[in-house]
């Protein structure tokens, strides 16, 4: 920084980049953890961004088991931050159903109960039968069809998860700046220093990168290669209609490629094609608003792409009118698993970020495992498999790298 730069001089603990759910969340875990002073800066407003885009599903049962307990954690903080602020955040127990057909699709559904149950999550085979009582507009008429049931499975609104959040950080003392741009991280001999807002320095030992899809070109200006890349993702809301109770599980279909959920009397549902979008971090708006990948305003060409293999099971698809089309970004790694922790090397940066689709079911686990390791403190769960540095050297802004997230998407089959 320049002597002459007039810039307020701040001094803070940890500074979390990033107010989206995770950055808000790993800020909450810092305060519950005694942290002392936590500065959260957020370039634009407060889940703004991909968090206001998601689809808000927590569903428990994976087939990647080192995350199983990260979800886990997110339904306990849920119950924690209600306590603690007096209300509900609006959790919708509704269940879910998992219907498999092709045989790949059923060995996957049984290795996902096996793990459920490894982690006691209550998860039953059952019939076809039930299987349309519980979701009047599916429709399974394979009579050998593998269906699993997850009662407690819950979807949430993530705006009001996030505020919950902010509400229980700000209450702990943790510094919240809005509408503040990190321009800089500042770094000597192998160590951070803090960051360079438009307004002012923030001098912190701890820095901590929770900026999302941006995470990597902030990263990549101090030499740290995040392996992670935006990669396009999208839901379309029907209208009103009868068979769309309020109760009504989460369904998710690995042969079709898609998910759906209740929203409000309509159908939220979510289709992965074939071949994903993966962009380029450098070249993305400083707002969602901004972006504008598919240039058709509903989505019509991806959902006649996945059209066939929804109409199996939703046949009254074709009868039913789309409302809304939702379309954001997801921060992918080529492995499916998140970006967390530190950077060996340099002292000091921490990073929670490449949610790869789940970062919302994932999000209590996820903060409480950065600010654990950002303490020093032995983590609750293994962080080796989230590990910065696990896939090599990488460049984050190769095209051939960012197609590989692409695909770890397009081959997603879980919630």
């Not at 989206?20 to 002392?36: D, E, F, N």
């Not at 943790?174 to 923030?202: D, F, K």
């Not at 600010?371 to 769960?381: V, Y």
């Amino acid at each position: 920084m320049s002597v002459n730069d007039k810039r307020d001089i701040v001094t803070s603990d940890a500074v979390v980049v990033g107010g989206g759910l995770l950055g808000l969340a790993v800020a909450y875990y810092l305060s519950k953890l005694g942290t002392g002073k936590v500065v959260l800066v957020e370039r634009r407003l407060l889940a703004e961004q991909n968090t206001s885009r998601a689809a808000g599903l927590l569903t428990q049962a994976r087939t990647k088991a080192c995350t199983v307990p990260l979800v886990q954690e997110t339904y306990r903080v849920v119950a924690e931050l209600e306590s603690l602020l007096g209300e509900s955040l609006g959790l919708r127990r509704v269940g879910s159903l998992y219907i498999a057909v092709s045989p790949e699709s059923k060995r996957e559904l049984a290795l996902t109960a096996v793990v459920s149950r490894t982690y006691s999550i209550c998860c039953d085979r059952i019939s076809v039968r039930l299987a349309r009582e519980l979701a009047p507009w599916l429709a399974v008429n394979d009579a050998d069809a593998d269906c699993l049931y997850v009662p407690t499975d819950a979807f949430i609104d993530p705006c009001i998860l996030a505020q919950a959040f902010a509400r229980a950080a700000r209450r702990a003392g943790v510094e919240i700046l809005q509408q503040e741009a990190v321009l800089h991280i500042e770094t000597t001999s192998g160590r951070t220093l803090g960051v360079i807002t438009n307004n002012r320095r923030i001098s912190s030992p701890i820095v901590i990168d929770a900026a999302g899809v941006w995470s990597a070109i902030l990263a990549a200006e101090i030499g740290v290669a995040l392996p992670m890349a935006p990669v396009r993702s999208h839901y379309w809301i029907t209208e009103p209609y009868e068979t769309f109770p309020a109760h009504s599980p989460i369904v998710i279909l690995p042969d079709a490629r898609a998910y759906a959920r209740p929203e409000v009397g309509s159908l939220l549902f979510g289709l992965r094609e074939r071949e994903s979008v993966s962009l380029d971090p450098r070249g993305l708006p400083g707002s969602m608003g901004e972006l504008v990948i598919n240039k058709e305003p509903m989505g019509w060409g991806y959902l006649e792409e996945g059209g066939d293999a929804l109409r199996r099971f939703f046949p009254s698809i074709d009868g039913i009118g789309i409302a809304h089309y939702v379309e954001g970004l997801s921060s992918y790694t080529p492995d499916g698993l998140f970006t967390l922790g530190a950077m060996p090397g340099l002292e000091g940066f921490f990073a929670a970020t490449g949610c790869s689709g789940a970062g919302i079911a994932a999000c209590g686990g996820i903060g409480e495992m950065v600010a654990q390791l950002a303490l020093g403190m032995r983590p609750t769960n293994n962080p080796a498999p989230f590990r910065i540095d696990r896939f090599g050297k990488i460049d984050p802004f190769d095209k051939a790298f960012r197609e590989r997230c692409a695909q770890c998407r397009s081959g997603k089959t879980s919630g």
